[in-house]
């Protein structure tokens, strides 16, 4: 199973840096050049969860598995990951430049909730290659970031959030935002928001003793105290997808982490993700992948 990387584990991978704890502040956050850090060329995919957040800026050919996307890049990237999602970055080239960002949850705590933006929910806003043209200004932006937080001065860690949410927001600002804002400002808006919420409760599937309990529209319905149809018309209106279509998505997602970082079996998956049957959870996948969980398991198609 793939298991959670710790900030002590990821220190590790880093020459001369030590975790030590931030002053007079609550959680953590650090900054490091791609340039300084170890990179393994050509090191097969591995979908590992970290405690952590991470905001990365690099420049140089590599792949970036994502959940259950491969995403190939050439040039400048920006990645925006969450604990909940597995994720592993695939060095291709030898030349590798840029900046890495991390920091836990509780850095923002009093400052909002982080993963609610758009960029830490979904993979379609989270990986956001950069064009020549827009890979200057967030340059720039993690330079700025750099320097500060290699200053004096006393309220650098009230800065650097405030530097961060700029690269955030200057992120989200290159394409529609894929999920609802962190505070809905209608009825639709906050039901979406819910249903988001209830549905990543769920996941990631961690144990092989857990078992998703919300996988029907009528169940996370009753949740919400709503009716069913009330739920799909918001979700329909703010997504474009229907509540079935949205709950499906996210347990094939799961479906695929499950069958290529664990050796579960297909009925020790299909239990976990709310299948009574094997053979309902194989014709599931099938009608959606097209390729049955078998031999997706043993295709090198991520």
């Known amino acids: 199973m793939a298991g959670f990387i710790e900030l002590q584990t990821f220190y590790k991978h880093i020459p001369n840096q030590a975790l030590e ?54 040039d400048s990237v920006l990645v925006f990951t969450n604990p909940m999602i597995p994720y592993h970055w695939e060095i291709i080239s030898e030349k590798q430049s840029g900046y890495i960002c991390i920091f836990t949850e509780a850095f923002f705590n009093r400052f909002g909730s982080i993963k609610d933006y758009p960029v ?18 967030f340059k720039e932006l993690f330079l700025r970031m750099f320097n500060e937080l290699h200053s004096d001065y006393v309220y650098k860690y009230d800065l650097l959030r405030n530097m961060l949410m700029e690269v955030i927001h200057a992120a989200q600002k290159k394409q529609p935002a894929s999920g609802s804002l962190p505070v ?42 709503i009716h069913v149809n009330h739920l799909n018309k918001a979700l329909k209106e703010i997504t474009g997808h229907t509540t079935s279509q949205l ?56």
């Open 21 to 74: 704890p931030v002053k007079n502040e609550i959680g953590h956050f650090n900054l490091f050049k791609v340039e300084d850090m170890i990179l393994q060329n050509h090191k097969q995919a591995t979908y590992s969860r970290r405690s952590f957040f991470k905001v990365s800026l690099v420049t140089g050919h590599s792949k970036i598995h994502y959940a259950d996307q491969c995403i190939e890049v050439v």
């Open 120 to 137: 830490f929910q979904f993979a379609d806003a989270a990986v956001i290659p950069l064009s020549a043209a827009e890979t200057p200004l």
């Open 184 to 225: 809905g400002s209608n009825a639709p808006e906050r039901i979406t928001a819910l249903f988001a919420e209830l549905l990543e409760r769920q996941f990631p599937i961690e144990l092989g003793n857990q078992v998703i309990k919300l996988h029907s529209p009528s169940a996370f319905a009753r949740q919400l105290n």
């Open 247 to 302: 709950i499906h998505n996210r347990i094939v997602q799961e479906a695929k982490v499950l069958l290529k970082s664990t050796t579960w079996t297909i009925s020790e998956i299909a239990w976990s993700l709310g299948f009574d049957e094997p053979n309902h959870f194989s014709s599931f996948f099938k009608s959606r992948v097209n390729i049955a969980p078998v031999k997706f398991r043993q295709s090198e198609i991520d």
